[in-house]
């Protein structure tokens, strides 16, 4: 154990001695190595199955992954400033069938759909950020509990019915696309993601987030209102979670009470494949999209291999355990033992 | 030394005491509100056999819980033991051969966790999500597309048989919630668990096998998922692929519903058999008296986040009272270490 310890601690000065050339230094950058892994994927499946490639297949793909790249942006936010957010496939359940019910009967049109959804997504997200932010509790449970409530009150909201009927005006932003291969949905997608990365790259409170998923204690120190930034991280996490609702429902054209139960763990292994670590303090914005996009590809490639679908949910792990063994930083240590430290100190 | 991160003995278990009021509470209610509920009196009995496996899951789980760990493949686990106890039947095997079958897989695969954990030293949290998902897929793979269900009524007798109305899911659970209360409590192996969960870093120094502990407690973990997941097999009749995954929200909540701390080191097993109960019967009295499964998770969710804003509450006020008196004795009122063990 104390070999290994030494081993980690006197690593970081031998690599600045010999630098390594540009392109590892590039790879190091997850979202890149992860980019070159799709790129790779993608090519090898063309090799097998030329239909891989066909603009409608990349189009289901993109389409495909808008979803859990909402939600993993949000949790994203969460997991950098060292939290984690289980409910936000509940969010996305509750949001989806909120705004269901109202463009199936009262006709909404999109942009006060997509609006009311990130209405519901904020109050739903307000409730976890109370919870962590002002009663301080840990976020696990906080959001476990959360977890309950919202897809309790899914089927409470739903109450035996389901949205099925979603004008094709809606539905057709999923399925249309503008250049072969690109659907609209991702390019409606892409300015969320693209303001989510500014935000947390040059923003005060985007750096606080960091500086606060590092050490929470030395961000105190350093003046930064850590329990404000970690409100505002379940905030936004619910407002991207929201959104994702109003996604899912374009790309599905329904929403029924389980909606959403099973995506909370998948946007976390997104969110981790992309980069963004549990034990806080790196990741981005930009990871999330491209953790989803390759999830998606992944799993639609090894469907191409005859694998079947029972397997993908094994995909999904062996993927989060590769990356997570490829991430030296989530080793020997941990989110929990950290955040043990940490609140060992603070006042309880 | 040994009594460094357990509670004392003499001071009144105030969680606990709390824990059996409302359990009492809930009861009264439901016996005075729901005709059925108490049925003679046995009704009652029956009813702990329903929620036996999420106990005997929660047991594994909370002794997980106690070195700040997490399993959140448990769930997955149960299932998959469902579905290898089920098939072993079908196939003509012996219901002994199902049981030990089932558990020696979930068994397994708790090592798997528990190695990964405690030697590649990459975060519970991940680890278990990823072979939650692996352990899915694998019972969805064995169930196939039609899973097996009529077992022999031997194999049933263990999820709904009863001796003197005692049922025998509930004998079960208990027995295995004496087990694991004195390995917790009064085993080596339990302080080290405590000690791991209080403190890593003093764990290290103390010379404790960190690493062989903390793999023999997923395993655990791992052994009594399999049981939980034969019950369910033997109570519902039949091995669905998603039977036990359902389970881990609940086991969660009733270990922390039972004070058990979420980052580890704290807590006690007493205390979250109660937790079972109180949440066993309310979510079973609540079906009796018609509501929907799912609002019931609404509600056990609500229980959940209701306890431990008052916990925390109180904890915090505690804590607060206590470095005011320390302070006036000139202690180190920072050190988390200091004020901890001596109580009020």
């Keep these: ?348 | 030394m040994t009594t460094l991160a357990l509670p004392r003995r003499w001071r009144v278990p105030a969680w606990g005491a709390c824990l059996v009021l409302a359990i009492i509470a809930e009861l009264v209610y439901f016996t005075l509100t729901t005709r059925q509920f108490a049925g003679h009196g046995t009704g009652m009995l029956d009813l702990t056999e329903q929620f036996a496996p999420t106990g005997v899951l929660a047991l594994g789980l909370a002794m997980v819980i106690l070195t700040g760990n997490i399993d959140l493949s448990c769930g997955a686990n149960a299932s998959l033991a469902a579905v290898i106890a089920g098939t072993v039947l079908a196939k003509g095997g012996g219901p002994g051969l199902a049981i030990v079958a089932a558990i020696a897989v979930s068994t397994l695969f708790g090592l798997f966790n528990g190695i990964i954990v405690a030697f590649v030293g990459i975060d519970s949290l991940l680890v278990t999500l990823a072979t939650q998902f692996i352990v899915t897929s694998i019972a969805t793979s064995v169930a196939g597309a039609s899973p097996p269900f009529g077992f022999s009524s031997a194999f049933q007798l263990i999820g709904q048989g009863s001796v003197n109305d005692v049922p025998i899911a509930l004998l079960i659970f208990l027995v295995i919630a004496l087990a694991v209360i004195v390995t917790t409590g009064y085993t080596g192996l339990g302080r080290s668990l405590t000690l791991i969960g209080y403190s890593p870093r003093a764990a290290l120094y103390s010379g404790i096998a960190i690493r062989g502990s903390l793999t023999a407690v997923f395993t655990l973990c791992g052994a009594l998922s399999g049981l939980a997941g034969v019950l369910l097999a033997a109570y519902y009749n039949s091995a669905q692929p998603d039977i036990g995954t359902d389970l881990l929200l609940p086991a969660i909540t009733v270990v922390i519903l039972g004070g058990m701390d979420i980052f580890g080191g704290r807590g006690r097993i007493g205390e979250v058999v109660l937790a079972v109960f109180l949440l066993g019967f309310l979510s079973q009295g609540m079906l009796i008296e018609g509501d929907s499964s799912l609002s019931i998770t609404m509600i056990t969710g609500l229980v959940l986040i209701g306890a431990l804003v008052i916990k925390f509450a109180f904890e915090r006020n505690l804590r607060q009272r206590l470095n005011a008196r320390m302070r006036r004795f000139r202690t180190l009122s920072r050190d988390p270490h200091g004020p901890e063990g001596h109580g009020s």
């Design chain 1, 1 to 348: 154990m104390t070999t290994a310890k030494n081993v980690t601690a006197a690593s970081p000065a031998r690599r600045e001695l010999s630098m390594p050339p540009r392109w590892t230094l590039l790879l190091r950058r997850r979202e890149i190595l992860v980019t070159a892994v799709i790129v790779i994927v993608v090519a090898a499946s063309t090799a097998a199955h030329p239909y891989f490639w066909a603009s409608g297949n990349l189009a289901f793909i993109f389409a495909d992954s808008v979803v859990i790249t909402f939600l993993a942006l949000g949790e994203s936010f969460v997991m950098i400033g060292r939290g984690i957010d289980l409910s936000v496939g509940a969010i996305m359940g509750l949001s989806a069938i909120v705004v269901g019910f109202r463009i199936q009967n009262d006709g909404l049109p999109l942009l006060p759909a997509v609006l009311l959804g990130a209405a519901v997504g904020i109050v739903l997200g307000l409730g976890n950020a109370l919870l962590v932010g002002v009663v301080r509790l840990p976020p696990i449970i906080a959001t476990l509990g959360t977890l309950s409530v919202y897809s309790g009150l899914e089927f409470v909201v739903t109450n035996g019915n389901q949205v099925d009927t979603i004008p094709s005006s809606i539905t057709n932003l999923g399925s249309d696309t503008v250049l072969p291969g690109i659907p609209v949905i991702l390019l409606l997608t892409l300015p969320f993601v693209l303001v989510s990365a500014w935000v947390l790259r040059y923003t005060t409170f985007g750096r606080s987030v960091y500086a606060v998923g590092d050490d929470a204690e030395a961000a105190y120190r350093a003046g930064i209102a850590v329990q404000r930034v970690l409100f505002l991280t379940y905030v936004i996490s619910g407002l991207f979670a929201g959104l994702g609702g109003v996604a899912f429902l374009i790309y599905t054209s329904g929403a029924s009470s389980t909606t959403g139960i099973n995506d909370n763990l998948t946007a976390i292994a997104a969110a981790i494949i992309g980069g963004t670590a549990l034990t806080g303090g790196v990741g981005g914005a930009l990871g999330a999209l491209v953790g989803s996009v390759f999830l998606t590809v992944t799993l639609t490639a090894l469907s191409f291999v005859h694998v079947s679908d029972v397997w993908q949910p094994a995909g999904v792990g062996v993927l989060v355990l590769l990356a997570v063994l490829y991430d030296s930083r989530s080793r020997a240590g941990g989110t929990r033992r950290r955040a043990k430290r940490q609140r060992q100190g603070g006042p309880r």
